[in-house]
């Protein structure tokens, strides 16, 4: 699979998938930092693609390069205020791994603000998820249900919101 999409990035070196797809092989292989080289050189080649910045600030993120992958969704967000899920991947990072960081968590707060209504169930995930880092876990439990109630077979929001009923003493 790897010099398949090797070979078809040599022949149209802006074509987004192959790079992704070779990404995702490199993954499979237990090779994460040829994943990651592979989305640099492919956002590079691409002209910034948004999906393969999703995809490499996610690619860091799974690596523990939390900083890194920081950085990619902000420079995202600094092309493109509207992106919402380099929006949702941001603040979901800063509340995972910056919650001690008070100031971290207020811009989290700040950007999932939007999200306080949305139908889509991963952002109200990520706001409901904030919340219940900042400690309002009321109204973490009332956005992390709907958004369990959207998506009623997926198990890190049914993770999520036990944990703010929990810090309810429910």
Same mark, same amino acid.
């Given at each position: 699979?790897?010099?398949?999409?090797?070979a078809?990035?040599?022949?149209?070196?802006?074509?987004?998938?192959?790079?992704?797809?070779?990404?995702?092989?490199?993954?499979?292989?237990?090779?994460?930092?040829?994943?990651?080289?592979?989305?640099? +050189?492919?956002?590079?080649?691409?002209?910034g693609?948004?999906v393969?910045?999703?995809?490499?600030?996610?690619?860091?993120?799974?690596?523990?390069?939390?900083?890194?992958?920081i950085?990619?969704?902000?420079?995202?967000?600094?092309?493109?205020?509207?992106?919402?899920?380099?929006v949702?991947?941001?603040?979901?990072?800063?509340?995972?791994?910056?919650?001690?960081?008070?100031?971290s968590?207020?811009?989290?707060?700040?950007?999932?603000?939007?999200?306080?209504?949305?139908?889509?169930?991963?952002?109200?995930?990520?706001?409901?998820?904030?919340?219940?880092?900042?400690? +309002?876990?009321?109204?973490?439990?009332?956005?992390?249900?709907k958004?369990?109630?959207?998506?009623?077979?997926a198990?890190?929001?049914?993770?999520?919101?036990?944990?703010?009923?929990?810090a309810?003493?429910?």
């Amino acid at each position: 699979a790897a010099r398949s999409y090797t070979a078809a990035l040599q022949a149209s070196p802006g074509w987004v998938q192959p790079y992704r797809s070779l990404s995702m092989t490199y993954r499979f292989m237990g090779q994460g930092d040829k994943a990651i080289e592979t989305l640099r +050189r492919g956002v590079a080649a691409t002209n910034g693609s948004e999906v393969l910045a999703l995809d490499l600030g996610t690619e860091l993120e799974r690596a523990g390069r939390h900083d890194e992958a920081i950085k990619v969704f902000e420079g995202m967000l600094a092309k493109n205020p509207q992106q919402q899920v380099a929006v949702n991947n941001l603040a979901m990072i800063l509340a995972n791994y910056r919650s001690a960081d008070a100031a971290s968590l207020d811009r989290a707060a700040r950007l999932v603000e939007p999200f306080a209504n949305s139908e889509n169930p991963a952002f109200l995930d990520t706001y409901g998820w904030v919340q219940h880092r900042r400690g +309002r876990h009321a109204e973490a439990v009332a956005a992390l249900q709907k958004a369990v109630d959207k998506a009623p077979d997926a198990p890190e929001l049914r993770y999520h919101l036990g944990l703010a009923q929990l810090a309810q003493g429910n």
